[in-house]
């Protein structure tokens, strides 16, 4: 299971689209963080390093669940899993290897991000005479851990169920951008027990226990239920 847990890890880095996906998280998280310490330079403020980590969490936030998808159906969709099912032919192994690997380079993404802060914050800020204080240092880095573990799992366990990469990723901007705000216009006080958003709400925040305990049932375990039992029954052609 560890070697089957690695070869997923390493699949998910080493395609041509991961790779594009992650450096376009580095360039935008880049482009971000330097437009803020120009902005605390000229106005003589201290940088916050927490400030600098919760300015990159937001493109490993969203580029989190595009490698969740495509390191779940990636095998699907350019016909791979017809030579690891020959290999391994308990098929269970390799659905709990995809989702142990997501959460593998989920969290090498926040280790990436922790030092990429600690870089621009203690090299880079004193080269442009930029002084800097921790800030709220614990809740960036645990807002960080939330939203870049959860995207790449929640990502994981909707492919999983649609085992389609295209339609996954059209459902997850749909679900980011659309499905919570119509929801949220259900009257009564039903719609945050539907809402994706109250898990990671009630994680960082003050949100209540009950809405987060559904929310992770509709989004994350009922979509792995039907994966697993999709990729345990789906014929490979």
């Not at 560890?2 to 482009?31: N, P």
């Amino acid at each position: 299971m560890g070697r089957l847990v690695l070869i997923e890890a390493r699949k998910m880095t080493d395609t041509r689209s991961t790779r594009m996906i992650m450096l376009l998280m580095l360039v935008v998280g880049l482009c971000t963080a330097v437009l803020v310490m120009v902005i605390s330079g000229s106005r003589s403020l201290d940088l916050e390093f927490s400030m600098i980590v919760t300015t990159l969490a937001f493109p490993a936030a969203l580029g989190a669940p595009i490698i969740g998808i495509l390191g779940m159906v990636g095998d699907w969709h350019h016909r791979d899993v017809m030579t690891f099912f020959a290999l391994v032919s308990r098929r269970w192994r390799l659905f709990v290897a995809k989702i142990a690997g997501t959460l593998v380079v989920s969290l090498a993404i926040v280790l990436a991000v922790l030092t990429l802060s600690m870089l621009l914050s203690m090299v880079i800020a004193p080269t442009m005479e930029i002084g800097w204080t921790a800030g709220e240092l614990g809740n960036a880095i645990w807002l960080l851990l939330c939203a870049t573990v959860l995207g790449s799992v929640c990502g994981a366990a909707i492919s999983s169920a649609f085992l389609s990469a295209p339609l996954s990723m059209v459902f997850i901007i749909l679900q980011t951008l659309l499905f919570d705000t119509l929801i949220g216009l259900i009257p009564g006080d039903i719609a945050p027990f539907l809402q994706s958003a109250s898990l990671i709400n009630h994680l960082t925040g003050d949100g209540p226990v009950a809405p987060a305990l559904t929310s992770l049932v509709l989004w994350i375990v009922v979509p792995l239920c039907i994966g697993f039992w999709r990729n345990q029954r789906k014929e490979v052609s």
